[in-house]
């Protein structure tokens, strides 16, 4: 039996019966066995836990490059700092914050004016501290910002409220005081 649609066409004259016969030959093979087999549970399973270990895989391939990443950069640092630290003599106390305790450096009075004007800046090198020109501290902050421990060269954002800055501006602190 063919359906309406077909009969109608043929009536026409717009088509024949051997295209007709030829549509309804088509139409029969896709509903038979061209249609995929669905997968059995165990395929489907595996296929789950296989995504589940490319997905770690990716994770750790990925921790793991970040960590290279990394690496090299605290090398480059230590590059840095090496090739360009300033040789700290004299015997005045340079006192600075580094977290939430007070650090000390010996210096001179040249160093300790230069550090003052943000010429010099101090970071955190091993287990100690070292004196590295303005130049070379911009190259150490686009590394790790963290390592900078002391600049008076960049301006600090966020310094409180302005009431307060306002009040303490009418105290004069002295240029020569050393704490």
Known sequence: ???????????????????????????????????PAPPAAGQVDAQRLQAEKAERDRALAAERNAQLRANEQHAQIRQIVEA????????????????????????NQALRVQLASGTLVIVRHDQGYELLPRGAADKVYERDAAMIVLDHGRAKTGSGNDADDEYYKQFEVPDDLIW
Request: glycine share 6%.
């Open 1 to 35: 039996m063919r359906n309406p649609l077909q009969e109608q066409l043929l009536k026409a004259g717009l088509v024949n019966k051997a295209k007709a016969a030829q549509a309804v030959r088509e139409q029969a093979k896709q509903r038979k066995g061209n249609a």
């Open 84 to 107: 360009h630290k300033v040789k700290r003599e004299g015997e005045i106390a340079y006192r600075f914050t580094d977290g939430d305790t007070i650090r000390d450096v010996l210096v």
